[in-house]
């Protein structure tokens, strides 16, 4: 059984203590099915002090970014290591607006995606097309190019610890989402993707999360779809119940 995961990006918002309060009404789920597994990304100033707060509970902690160098003079980048020592286990990497604002291309999320796991953190990759790719139906060739080049290097073994989330980007922050039919195609694909590269068990195992404007009201008609393991949540993920809502979705 492959896992079924929601993970709260968080993205830059929230203070400090209004981070700790939202973490706090997170944690307050106590009837969510065990085999889910809830993830918050909060910005890095939140990472230690959440990391004490959610110890020992069901919710895991993950970062939004790591810097693409392991360690130095690199003024203002948080390295994979420095994540790992504040008790982040996963890193999100390749978001659609880390390659819009901060230029991110396929060979820098490779690096970054080897660092983390070079750290023993667990990346969750992202990929999807925007809109005018959409619109000349290239979409396809444009999510396989990302995972080829995001992947490059990337060994069977390490694999195992790769989440990927889906997301259109026409879909991000902007209240349109994916029909459920659209993501089922497009995580399929991937799945066929990952087979093809990596073989069928870890292709089988792997999760593929859907993200773009995922929220309570649609949550169950993304997740019933068989490659459909799971969100990636930006703007609901800011609303402890909604949060939780969509992870009782399954
Ligand atoms: C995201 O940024 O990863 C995301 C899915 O955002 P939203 O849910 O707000 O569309």
Same mark, same amino acid.
């Given at each position: 059984m492959r896992k079924k995961i929601v993970a709260g *990006?968080?993205?830059?918002?929230?203070?400090?203590?209004?981070?700790l309060s939202l973490a706090s009404e997170i944690l307050k789920n106590t009837d969510l099915p065990k085999d889910v597994v809830l993830i918050i990304?909060?910005?890095?100033?939140?990472?230690?002090?959440v990391?004490?707060l959610i110890k020992g509970s069901n919710i895991k902690l993950?970062?939004? *970014?790591?810097?693409?160098?392991?360690?130095?003079?690199?003024?203002?980048?948080?390295?994979?290591?420095?994540?790992?020592?504040?008790?982040? !286990?996963?890193?999100?990497?390749?978001?659609? !607006?880390?390659?819009?604002?901060?230029?991110?291309?396929?060979?820098?999320? %490779?690096?970054?995606?080897?660092?983390?796991?070079?750290?023993?953190?667990?990346?969750?990759?992202?990929?999807?097309?925007?809109? !005018?790719?959409?619109?000349?139906?290239?979409?396809?060739?444009?999510?396989?190019?990302?995972?080829?080049?995001?992947?490059? #290097?990337?060994?069977?073994?390490?694999?195992?610890?790769?989440?990927?989330?889906?997301?259109?980007?026409?879909?991000?922050?902007? #209240?349109?989402?994916?029909?459920?039919?659209?993501?089922? !195609?497009?995580?399929?694909?991937?799945?066929? %993707?990952?087979?093809?590269?990596?073989?069928?068990?870890?292709?089988?195992?792997?999760p593929?999360l859907?993200? #773009?404007?995922c929220k309570p009201s649609n949550a169950k008609e993304l997740f019933v779809?068989?490659?459909v393991d799971g969100g990636l949540i930006? #703007?609901a993920s800011l609303v402890a119940k909604d949060f939780i809502d969509i992870a009782k979705s399954f």
């Amino acid at each position: 059984m492959r896992k079924k995961i929601v993970a709260g *990006n968080w993205k830059m918002n929230t203070t400090l203590p209004n981070g700790l309060s939202l973490a706090s009404e997170i944690l307050k789920n106590t009837d969510l099915p065990k085999d889910v597994v809830l993830i918050i990304a909060p910005p890095f100033t939140h990472l230690s002090d959440v990391s004490k707060l959610i110890k020992g509970s069901n919710i895991k902690l993950a970062a939004q *970014n790591c810097a693409q160098f392991d360690q130095g003079a690199y003024t203002g980048e948080i390295a994979a290591s420095i994540l790992k020592s504040v008790g982040t !286990e996963y890193v999100i990497l390749g978001h659609s !607006e880390r390659r819009a604002y901060f230029a991110e291309t396929d060979a820098v999320i %490779n690096t970054k995606i080897k660092l983390t796991l070079a750290n023993q953190l667990k990346p969750i990759v992202c990929c999807g097309e925007v809109l !005018e790719e959409r619109e000349k139906n290239i979409h396809f060739d444009i999510v396989a190019k990302q995972l080829k080049g995001m992947f490059d #290097g990337i060994t069977p073994n390490q694999f195992s610890d790769i989440i990927i989330a889906y997301e259109p980007v026409w879909a991000i922050g902007t #209240g349109k989402t994916a029909s459920p039919a659209q993501a089922q !195609e497009m995580h399929a694909f991937i799945r066929i %993707n990952i087979e093809k590269a990596y073989g069928t068990e870890l292709a089988h195992n792997i999760p593929i999360l859907y993200g #773009g404007s995922c929220k309570p009201s649609n949550a169950k008609e993304l997740f019933v779809n068989a490659d459909v393991d799971g969100g990636l949540i930006g #703007g609901a993920s800011l609303v402890a119940k909604d949060f939780i809502d969509i992870a009782k979705s399954f």
